[in-house]
């Protein structure tokens, strides 16, 4: 997969231009430039050479800010097949703060944070996992001193987009259950001025992610989204449709109880509680850990952790459809199924319009100089 | 010369949210604070579910340790139901649990634990001959050439020629604590870079068993993974000899770079065996059962407690013994602050006294943090790596003390070096060298039972909620890569009642109690501890992070109006 950085990125507008434009002479672009060498011990000697990679050659700027959760979707995107994580944070990105992965700490992680969106302001891409807690003024998170929803306001100001990744920053996840203690909500709850993409899932598959990435990177702009913000690339087609039991249900050949002749011969989980029928998810299709296999190919029934509620909505997990939390008795698989995709259908168009007219607005704001006629947005970088 | 403040908040490169205060003079740490400050308070969302699904709420608890909650919680469910698992599905619970342990020390070490003692800078003036010279000297791993190592140094001199410097700007490349040549620098840098790759590979072990991971599947009665011989969508011969790749892979990074590379790299740092030693008391509750699983024989690391530093001595662990503390704490208890009380009694109740957000300091509060203070017997204990590796070689388990002894010998140090921000680190590196190996013994157990044919992996019998007494209560243990767990549930009328997790990362954790006993991080960030720049404390980062600080926890349960109905402590 290719990460040519788009148009509009700052390669757009060349670095000198834009450092003319932010009064950065070239001498004092040079002064820089030396000093960096010795930081890294290179010697200034070194320097035109550094000078000359960055100006050739900026990787997007990704900001990545962890509130309330269990790092489960870090663990899941550093396990992307294609491109390897070390591929993708080398190479291929800037991923300017990171608190998993990052070597500095305390005052110099926050300062590096900050500094980044100074720099990148209007064009870093902003990844959140985990929810905001608001009850109680906020205090159930805070992070050097300050609450998640400060510091979620304060990195989304500068954002270009942002992905909230997984299913916490996308609605609050397992805090959110009832009775949702702390108060927790996802990203588009607090951000409202930005365009926020839901990548679902307990946590979300890493391809998924990285191909939500590749996307933004590639087109200028976050893909097409269903009803619930969730791309449609990934999260457009419903289990049941695109299960490979799907004839064992058609048959009439079920999985009665764990282990018995049914799973042995791995017939549909139905009966044991799958909510693939109630839940738009890749799983099928792009499946788990470079495609080795997925839940339902394990054996165990789908919980539908990629629909918002799930917690509540999909319980008791073993409990068949619809006799669960979120479902009337009076509905069938298929007519459910029909439901949630008409459902979906209807909110990508809203969605995607307001996702274009915020990034309409955000192009105005952040890049007034661009010349349309001249490499403007859209025109793929040599 | 008066004390410094010294904040570190965010700690980073660990899982969770945790801040550490100090104070500094003449470059010692003479005062420290750990505080919690994230609470979820998942566990009122337990009560009134069907108990069968909570392993897949608690596990939600940590995506970094996403195996340790779910099968203690099955272990606790299944406690209280009476239900014995097939030996088939223990087999494959440690199995997962013991690539779990795998992976996520070794991503600890190169990932997490590794920039404070690698410098990633200095890397760029090795010469990759030398790299590679070194590289052959300790270990056969194949990837060990000077071209190889040049074109690790190529790709990284690229990425910081761009002058963005990402995950590692600011970072505190030169600081005088980093002892490592250039050379070591390097080959450090190009094994965590092969480890990400290795990391991805051999956890599919869990997608083979559970469907994906983070997060696999669990089930309470055994696995949901049917076993098959003659099927396609099951585990069949080609599942298994996938898994048994894996197993060899993993052994073969563990042995071959991780602890090859532990061992050269702690050569550099033997002033740290003398660093951060901390708490002296020990405790571990056992893990990967051999047989039943309240067969405590026949774990195969052992349970019990290690008090003093004493390794004469094996105390057996009474869980009647533990309390816990609140004096330091956010919560208040009816009977006054100062209480111990055990978890089957416990009162929580928050009661938030810091300061409104946003804040300077939190030293010099009487509380400060979500963590409650566990003691056993009244005392503070440290859990994880060094005290399952202490209390089995002192239990005179015969695979530890060969590889303690071993690593002893190495680095020509005592046994007292072990009590010690360097021991930590150590340890856990030992026991995933343990732990690599015995995955081929129940590996191969697993095969024997199937080829005799015995493919069985749940036991249905008490599924139904109708098989159930109307009230029953349940203990699940389970020693986790970070130390002790516990969940307890108690079930009425076939819903959870009442939950309750103690958790590692809240022992080492934990504040000062009612005596001023400090909890195991503050105790090793004042023993005999340097902190040379106060702006740079990266001393402050190898102590806490040699105990692999999982902090998504501290998680007591809050009702809607702010009572507390029941409590979680979350690794």
């Not at chain 1, 950085?5 to 390669?11: C, H, I, K, L, Y």
């Not at chain 1, 060498?37 to 050739?56: H, N, Q």
């Not at chain 1, 365009?195 to 990285?210: E, L, M």
Request: charged letters at 20%; a negative charge; proline letters at 6%.
């Amino acid at each position: 997969m290719s990460f040519a950085a788009p148009s509009w990125f700052p390669a757009t507008e060349s670095v000198e231009d834009e450092l003319a434009r932010r009064g950065v002479s070239r001498r004092e672009f040079m002064e820089y430039c030396s000093s960096l060498c010795i930081v890294l011990g290179v010697g200034k000697s070194e320097a035109p050479r550094m000078a000359a990679a960055i100006l050739a050659d900026r990787r997007p700027s990704v900001i990545w800010i962890q509130l309330q959760e269990c790092t489960g979707c870090v663990e899941s995107v550093i396990r992307t097949s294609e491109p390897s994580i070390g591929t993708l944070v080398l190479d291929q990105i800037s991923l300017d703060f990171s608190h998993t992965l990052m070597a500095a700490a305390g005052h110099a992680a926050e300062s590096a944070a900050a500094a980044a969106m100074a720099a990148e302001k209007g064009k870093y891409l902003l990844v959140v996992t985990g929810s905001i807690p608001l009850a109680d003024d906020g205090i159930y998170l805070t992070i050097g001193g300050r609450t998640a929803k400060v510091i979620l306001e304060e990195a989304a100001e500068g954002a270009a987009a942002i992905i909230a990744l997984g299913a916490c920053a996308h609605w609050g996840s397992v805090q959110a259950a009832r009775p949702n203690p702390t108060g927790a909500v996802g990203v588009s709850e607090v951000i409202k001025n930005r365009p926020v993409v839901n990548i679902a899932g307990c946590p979300p598959i890493a391809d998924v992610v990285t191909a939500t990435v590749a996307h933004f990177l590639t087109f200028g702009r976050l893909p097409a989204v269903d009803g619930d913000g969730r791309p449609l690339f990934a999260y457009g087609a419903r289990i049941h449709d695109q299960c490979p039991k799907r004839a064992n249900f058609d048959a009439g050949q079920f999985v009665e109880k764990f282990d018995d002749e049914g799973a042995r011969k791995g017939w549909c989980l139905y009966e044991v509680g799958c909510k693939g029928p109630a839940t738009f998810s890749p799983c099928p299709i792009f499946q788990w850990n470079s495609h080795t296999d997925w839940p339902i190919g394990a054996g165990h029934p789908c919980i539908g952790c990629t629909e918002r509620g799930f917690w509540d909505t999909m319980t008791p997990f073993y409990g068949r459809l619809p006799d669960v939390g979120g479902f009337g008795i009076e509905s069938k698989v298929d007519i459910l199924g029909a439901a949630l995709a008409i459902g979906a259908t209807a909110g990508v168009v809203a969605h995607a319009a307001a996702t274009s007219v915020h990034q309409m607005r955000e192009r105005k704001r952040s890049l007034p100089v661009v010349d349309p006629t001249s490499g403007g947005p859209g025109t793929p970088k040599a | 010369m008066a004390a410094t403040k010294v904040v570190v908040d965010p700690i980073t490169r660990i899982e969770g949210h945790l801040r550490i205060e100090a104070q500094a003079e003449n470059g010692r740490i003479s005062n420290a604070w750990a505080s919690s400050t994230q609470f979820r308070g998942i566990e009122i969302i337990m009560q009134g579910r069907d108990p069968r699904d909570a392993w897949a709420f608690v596990q939600r608890i940590c995506g970094v340790c996403t195996v340790v909650h779910a099968v203690a919680s099955c272990r606790a469910v299944e406690d209280a139901l009476g239900i014995t698992i097939p030996p088939n599905a223990n087999l494959i619970r440690n199995l997962v649990h013991g690539m779990q342990f795998i992976q996520d020390h070794v991503i600890h070490f190169y990932h997490l634990h590794a920039l404070d003692w690698v410098d990633v800078v200095s890397a760029l003036k090795a010469d990759p001959a030398g790299t590679s010279r070194l590289a052959r000297s300790i270990s056969p791993w194949p990837n060990n050439s000077e071209t190889y190592f040049k074109a690790v140094q190529d790709r990284l001199k690229k990425f910081v020629s761009g002058g963005q410097l990402g995950i590692f700007t600011n970072g505190y490349w030169g600081h005088p604590a980093y002892k490592l040549p250039p050379e070591a620098n390097l080959m450090a840098v190009a094994h965590y870079l092969e480890a990400l790759d290795w990391q991805r590979d051999v956890i599919r072990l869990h997608t083979i068993f559970g469907g994906k991971n983070p997060h696999p599947n669990f089930l309470v009665g055994g696995m949901a993974c049917a076993i098959n011989l003659e099927d396609t969508g099951t585990i069949n011969a080609e599942r298994l000899v996938d898994v048994q790749a894996m197993i060899r892979r993993a052994r073969d990074f563990v042995e071959q770079v991780y602890y090859p590379d532990l061992m050269a790299i702690a050569g550099f740092y033997k002033d740290w065996a003398a660093i951060g030693g901390g708490t002296k008391n020990f405790l571990c509750v056992g893990e990967f059962p051999e047989a039943g699983v309240n067969d405590f024989g026949k774990l195969y690391f052992p349970r019990g407690v290690i008090l003093n530093g004493d390794l004469s001595t094996v105390h057996e662990y009474d869980h009647k013994l533990v309390k816990e503390y609140i004096t330091s704490s956010w919560y208040e208890y009816p009977g006054g602050d100062d209480v111990g009380l055990h978890p089957y009694e416990g009162e929580t109740k928050a009661k938030y006294t810091g300061p409104p957000a946003p804040w300077e300091y939190l030293q010099g509060l009487d509380k400060y943090t979500w963590m409650k203070a566990p003691r056993y017997d009244g005392k503070p204990m440290q859990v994880g790596p060094l005290g399952r590796m202490l209390v089995a070689y002192a239990s005179g388990h015969d695979d530890a003390q060969g590889i303690v002894n071993e690593a002893l010998g190495r680095l020509g140090v005592g046994p007292a070096a072990l009590f010690s921000t360097l021991g930590r680190t150590a340890a856990r590196g030992l026991e995933t060298v343990l732990i690599a190996r015995r995955m081929e013994t129940w590996f191969n157990s697993l095969i024997e039972r199937v080829k005799s044919g015995d493919t069985k992996t749940f036991a249905g019998e008490k599924w139904e909620p109708s098989t159930w007494p109307a009230s029953c209560e349940g203990y699940g243990y389970l020693d986790a890569p970070r130390g002790a767990l516990g969940h307890w549930v108690q079930i009425k009328d076939g819903k959870i009642s009442r939950y309750q997790c103690v958790v590692p990362s809240t022992w080492n954790c934990s504040p000062r109690d009612k005596q001023g006993q400090m909890g195991p991080y503050e105790a090793a960030l004042v023993d005999n501890h340097p902190l040379v720049n106060p702006e740079q404390p990266i001393e402050i980062l190898r102590t806490i992070h040699s105990f692999d600080p999982c902090m998504a926890c501290g998680v007591h349960v809050l009702d809607a109006q702010g009572n507390v109905v029941t409590e979680v402590k979350v690794q």
